[in-house]
Antibody, heavy 118, light 107 residues
Framework: QVTLKESGPGILQPSQTLSLTCTFSGFSLSTYGMGVGWIRQPSGKGLEWLANIWWDDDKYYNPSLKNRLTISKDTSNNQAFLKITNVDTADTATYYC??????????WGQGVMVTVSS | DIQMTQSPASLSASLEEIVTITCQASQDIGNWLAWYQQKPGKSPQLLIHSATSLADGIPSRFSGSRSGTQYSLKISRLQVEDTGIYYCLQRYSNPWTFGGGTKLELK
């Protein structure tokens, strides 16, 4: 059974760094072809893809967030991570992680709400 | 970036009605398209991947098709549980991009 769960700080202040963790089970990020992605959704708005990391440690980022994103993984502990630097109120959203297989995001976490506020 | 233009933005339909939602890609994306359903307060659920392949556990009343760079999601007989917001996603090239969403309600 595939499950993913996101965790994060809940609330943080502008200019801080947002650190998110995706803890998953039921698959391995060391398996050929497997990937994990991060997607966010501001309240009442649509979905925005942020970044993907693959079994071979290839990483891809949404250029709209310029160089603020860093994605990484810990294969041994079945976790993936996303850091967003220099956050502001526009980064307030629900953040999801999702498995990539066979051709898209097939399993999603429940999401974690992040609020950026001074 | 590849733009995914989704239409309509909202849709009201009756039970058992046939419903069609479309996504127009700004360039060729092959079959690298997926459809998702999202219910309030829940994470999106995969319905269709690779443009036409039904995801595991999804009812057969859902189907996907492609005509050139236009992709369609069809619900053959609308049920109460089909209400929600539908999104398309292209994964042909980075950045992956979602359509703007279609809110489907019961009439």
């Amino acid at each position: 059974q595939v499950t993913l769960k996101e965790s994060g700080p809940g609330i943080l202040q502008p200019s801080q760094t947002l650190s998110l963790t995706c803890t998953f089970s039921g698959f391995s990020l060391s398996t050929y072809g497997m990937g994990v992605g991060w997607i966010r959704q501001p309240s009442g708005k649509g979905l925005e893809w942020l970044a993907n990391i693959w079994w071979d440690d290839d990483k891809y980022y949404n250029p709209s967030l310029k160089n603020r994103l860093t994605i990484s993984k810990d294969t041994s502990n079945n976790q993936a991570f996303l850091k967003i630097t220099n956050v502001d109120t526009a980064d307030t959203a629900t953040y999801y992680c999702a498995r990539i297989e066979p051709g898209s995001f097939d399993y999603w976490g429940q999401g974690v709400m992040v609020t950026v506020s001074s | 970036d590849i733009q995914m233009t989704q239409s309509p933005a909202s849709l009201s339909a009756s039970l058992e009605e046939i419903v069609t939602i479309t996504c127009q890609a700004s360039q060729d994306i092959g079959n690298w398209l997926a459809w998702y359903q999202q219910k309030p307060g829940k994470s999106p659920q995969l319905l269709i991947h690779s443009a036409t392949s039904l995801a595991d556990g999804i009812p057969s009343r859902f189907s996907g098709s492609r005509s050139g760079t236009q992709y369609s999601l069809k619900i053959s007989r609308l049920q109460v549980e089909d209400t929600g917001i539908y999104y398309c996603l292209q994964r042909y090239s980075n950045p992956w991009t979602f359509g703007g969403g279609t809110k489907l309600e019961l009439k």
